[in-house]
């Protein structure tokens, strides 16, 4: 199957800094990834869709202003976490869509990231 | 947007028993995925399954789309089988899949 990775795995960052998370696709190129959000024994929270070349799709509730998304490239898509506080602590996911068939396509996940704010 | 609902939202098992995981979409879909979450986080695909029956070593799922359901399977479970299943499902024209709430399940030894 797709590959996906994340990096980083895991951060620890001060409160009041900001934050990167690159996400790619190893072995196939995804026009869309979506950045989810985990808290603890909770379900996957959708974030963010994310369009190659366009503006990023934020789900009702999430500050665009805080969590900056950039798809630059057909592999690459980026969440940057700025002016982190602790309550931004959590496990942020990525996921991208490669397409099997007509109007058919099958989500592949990062390891994600575990961010901690101090 | 679509619902999804999971059940039962915990199963204990002793190992090499076998298990049915349930889940349940208000509306009509054409994507629907389970995965497993292992306990570092990672999701791992199980199926791709919008409709029919597949099977994969100990594991198989069925959806019913007509009925709006899908099932996952496991037989004679193994302790690596612990961890959550989350079911994901995106209706026609969505461009995003809604998870469950997923089941915990824990394979005793």
């Known amino acids: 199957g797709a590959v996906v990775s994340q990096h980083p795995s895991w951060v620890i960052c001060k409160s009041g800094t900001s934050v990167k998370i690159e996400c790619r696709s190893l072995d196939f190129q995804a026009t869309t990834m979506f950045w989810y959000r985990q808290f603890p024994k909770q379900s996957l929270m959708l974030m963010a869709t994310?369009?190659?070349?366009?503006?990023?799709?934020?789900e009702q509730g999430v500050e665009k202003d805080k969590f900056l998304i950039n798809h630059a490239s057909l592999t690459l898509s980026t969440l940057t976490v700025t002016s982190a506080h602790p309550e931004d602590s959590s496990f942020y996911i990525c996921s991208a869509r490669d397409y099997t068939g007509t109007g058919l396509y099958e989500q592949y996940f990062g390891p994600g990231t575990r961010l901690t704010v101090t | 947007g679509i619902q999804v609902e999971q059940s039962p939202p915990d199963l204990i098992l002793q190992e090499g028993a076998n298990s049915t995981l349930r889940c349940n979409f208000s509306?009509?879909?054409?994507?629907l995925q389970w995965f497993h979450q292992n306990p570092w986080g990672q999701l791992i695909n199980l199926f791709y399954i919008p409709s029919g029956t597949k099977q994969n070593g100990r594991l198989s799922a069925t959806t019913v789309a007509t009925e709006r359901y899908s099932l996952l399977y496991i037989s004679s479970s193994q302790t690596t089988d612990s961890g959550v299943y989350f079911c994901?499902?995106?209706?026609?024209?969505?461009?995003?899949?809604?998870f469950g709430d997923g089941t915990t399940l824990t394979v005793k030894p």
């Open positions: 509306d009509s879909v054409n994507n």
């Open positions: 994901a499902v995106g209706g026609a024209n969505a461009g995003k899949s809604t």
């Open positions: 994310s369009n190659e070349g366009s503006k990023a799709t934020y």
